[in-house]
């Protein structure tokens, strides 16, 4: 068990909260990757995911984080 200062101080250098929503939305997001990459699940479409991933990373690290990031790549 952790006393906090760790997920306290990620969540100040993300400038986002990681609260449980979050949390619970990256880990459906990796379910849904894993899904669809290790097991070939064809329910998921790949645009679909694409747009998952987008949700996922900008509700963690905010839209401008990842305007910033997806620039650099």
């Known amino acids: ?6 997920e306290d101080e990620e969540a100040q250098r993300l400038g986002v ?11 459906q997001t ?4 894993y899904m669809k990459h290790v097991k ?20 963690l690290i905010g839209d401008d984080a990842f305007v910033e990031w997806n620039e650099k790549k």
């Open 40 to 59: 070939m699940d064809d329910s998921i479409g790949w645009d679909e995911l694409g747009d998952e991933i987008f949700n996922t990373l900008c509700n």
């Open 30 to 33: 990796l379910k849904n990757c």
């Open 17 to 27: 909260p990681l609260d449980a929503l979050v949390i619970r939305q990256v880990e």
């Open 1 to 6: 068990m952790t006393d906090g200062t760790h």
